[in-house]
DNA sequence: TCATTCAGTAAACAACCGTTCGCCGACTTT
DNA sequence: AAAGTCGGCGAACGGTTGTTTACTGAATGA
C-alpha cells in the first residue's frame, strides 16, 4: 500500500516543483525545445539522472508547466462568467482579470505564448486542449445569457471561441510591454475595452442583420 | 566598384537561398533557438564554416526568413482593401485570401506562428514591427471608407490591429488543420467569417452605441 | 529491529556543438 | 595575362549534450 503523504513523498514533489521552476524562469529566455536537460538540474542543483526520477523526458516537464500555468484559470473565468451583469461593466471586468492574472504569472502565461505553436507537439496539444476547454466554459456561460437567444449552438462555440482568442491576444499584448510600463498599460487596456465592445454590439445585432 | 550581377554573386545568393530553404524545412518540427548551425548547413551539403559568409548568426538567418514570408503579404492586403466593396463580400474574400497564402507558404506562415513569441528577440522585434506595418496599411485602408465616418484616428487604429490580428488568428487555425482535411478548412473559413461579420456590425452601430 | 524501497549521486559513454584557422581555386578586376 | 577578391573547405579547438550504470543512504513497512 502506498501513502499519499510522508517525508518521502514530499520531498519528492519538493524537487519536482524545483525543477518546474528552474524550467520555467529559464524558458522566459529560451524555447522549451532548446531547454538542455543539463541546464536545467544544473539550475536546480541536482545531478542530470535525477530529473529522469520525475519526467520521462523534457516535453512531459513541459505538459506538466502547461497544466501549472492554465489550471488556475478555469476558475477565475468561471467566475467571471457568473457576473452576468450583462452590461459593459463584464468587459471592464474581463480586461482587469487578464492584465492581473498576467502580472501575477508573467512567467507562466510567456511560456504558453511562446509554446502554443512551439516546436513541441505534446506541449501544443496540451495547450490546444486547455484553451478548447476555456472555449467550452464560456459557451456554457453565453448560453444561460438572454443576448444569445437566437442563436445556434455552433455560431455560440465560435463566439466563445473568439471571446477566449480575444483573452489570449490581450495576455499577449501585455506580455509584450515592460511591467512597469503603465502608460502601454492603459492602452492595451483602452484597447483590448474597444474590441471587446465592438465584438459585443456586433453580437447584439448579429440576429436583425440575417433578417 | 561591385556589380550587382555577376557569376560569383549569383552563386553566393543560391547558396544564401539553399540555407533559407533548408532552415525553413528543418523548422516545420522545432524551434530556431534549438536549429543547430551544423544541422543546417549538413542538410544543405556544405561545410559549416561556409554559413558565416551569409550569416552572423541563427538569428540573422531568422530574421531574412521574416522577410522571406511577409514581404509578398504586403501588396496582397493592400490589393483586397483596395477593393472598397464595403459589403459583406469582401469578407469572403479576405478569407478565401488567407486560406489560399496559408495553403502555399504553408513553412513559411507556421515559422511566423511560431516564432512571434519565440525566444530569439530579434525575430520576434522582426514579425512585431511587420504586423505592425500591415495594421498601418490596412488603416489607412479603412480611413478611405465611409463607414469610419466619426471614428478618431486611435480607435480606427485599433480596429485595423483587430483585423489583423484576426487574420493572423485565422492563419493559425489553417495551420493547425491538416492540408488536406477539407471538412475542417470548411469549418475555419465558416467561423472565420461569422468572426468578422461580428466584428463588422459592430463596427457600423458603434457610433449609435456612443450617444 | 531488520529488510526493503527509492530519490539522488558520481562517473563514464559516444556523439555533437559553435567557432576559428589557413588554404584552395574559381571568378573578377586591372 | 597578372594580381586580387572571396565563397567554400577540411581540420582542429575546447566544451557541451542526453543517457546509462552501479552505488549510497535515508525514509519506510513488517
Same mark, same amino acid.
Given at each position: 500500500?502506498?501513502?499519499?503523504?510522508? =517525508? *518521502? !513523498?514530499? !520531498?519528492?514533489? !519538493?524537487?519536482?516543483?524545483?525543477?518546474? /521552476?528552474?524550467?520555467?524562469?529559464?524558458?522566459?529566455? !529560451?524555447?522549451?525545445?532548446?531547454?538542455?536537460?543539463?541546464?536545467?538540474?544544473?539550475?536546480?542543483?541536482?545531478?542530470?539522472?535525477?530529473? $529522469?526520477?520525475?519526467?520521462?523526458?523534457?516535453?512531459?516537464?513541459?505538459?506538466?508547466?502547461?497544466?501549472?500555468?492554465?489550471?488556475?484559470?478555469?476558475?477565475?473565468? *468561471?467566475?467571471?462568467?457568473?457576473?452576468?451583469?450583462?452590461?459593459?461593466?463584464?468587459?471592464?471586468?474581463?480586461?482587469?482579470? +487578464?492584465?492581473? $492574472?498576467?502580472?501575477?504569472? #508573467?512567467?507562466?502565461?510567456?511560456?504558453?505564448?511562446?509554446?502554443?505553436?512551439?516546436?513541441? *507537439?505534446? =506541449?501544443?496539444?496540451?495547450?490546444?486542449?486547455?484553451?478548447?476547454?476555456?472555449? /467550452?466554459?464560456?459557451?456554457?456561460?453565453?448560453? +444561460?445569457?438572454?443576448?444569445?437567444?437566437?442563436?445556434?449552438?455552433?455560431?455560440?462555440?465560435?463566439?466563445?471561441?473568439? $471571446?477566449?482568442?480575444?483573452? =489570449?491576444? +490581450?495576455?499577449?499584448?501585455?506580455?509584450?510591454?515592460?511591467?512597469?510600463? /503603465?502608460?502601454?498599460?492603459?492602452?492595451? +487596456?483602452?484597447?483590448? #475595452?474597444?474590441?471587446?465592445?465592438?465584438?459585443?454590439?456586433?453580437?447584439?445585432?448579429?440576429?436583425?442583420?440575417?433578417?
Amino acid at each position: 500500500m502506498s501513502h499519499t503523504s510522508g =517525508v *518521502r !513523498q514530499a !520531498q519528492k514533489q !519538493q524537487t519536482r516543483q524545483a525543477l518546474l /521552476d528552474a524550467g520555467l524562469r529559464l524558458l522566459e529566455h !529560451q524555447n522549451l525545445s532548446s531547454l538542455g536537460l543539463r541546464e536545467l538540474t544544473r539550475a536546480v542543483g541536482v545531478s542530470p539522472a535525477a530529473f $529522469y526520477r520525475h519526467f520521462p523526458d523534457m516535453a512531459d516537464l513541459g505538459v506538466a508547466l502547461v497544466g501549472e500555468s492554465l489550471g488556475s484559470l478555469h476558475a477565475v473565468i *468561471r467566475a467571471v462568467m457568473a457576473e452576468t451583469t450583462d452590461s459593459g461593466d463584464i468587459i471592464d471586468r474581463t480586461v482587469a482579470v +487578464t492584465e492581473r $492574472y498576467v502580472a501575477e504569472h #508573467r512567467p507562466h502565461i510567456r511560456f504558453i505564448a511562446r509554446e502554443r505553436y512551439g516546436g513541441v *507537439r505534446a =506541449v501544443r496539444e496540451a495547450i490546444a486542449a486547455e484553451l478548447h476547454r476555456f472555449a /467550452d466554459e464560456v459557451a456554457v456561460g453565453l448560453a +444561460t445569457q438572454p443576448a444569445s437567444a437566437g442563436w445556434s449552438p455552433g455560431d455560440l462555440r465560435v463566439l466563445a471561441e473568439l $471571446y477566449v482568442d480575444h483573452m =489570449v491576444m +490581450t495576455a499577449a499584448a501585455f506580455l509584450e510591454a515592460e511591467p512597469d510600463d /503603465d502608460a502601454a498599460r492603459r492602452r492595451i +487596456t483602452h484597447a483590448a #475595452r474597444l474590441r471587446m465592445r465592438i465584438i459585443s454590439i456586433g453580437r447584439a445585432h448579429w440576429l436583425d442583420e440575417q433578417g
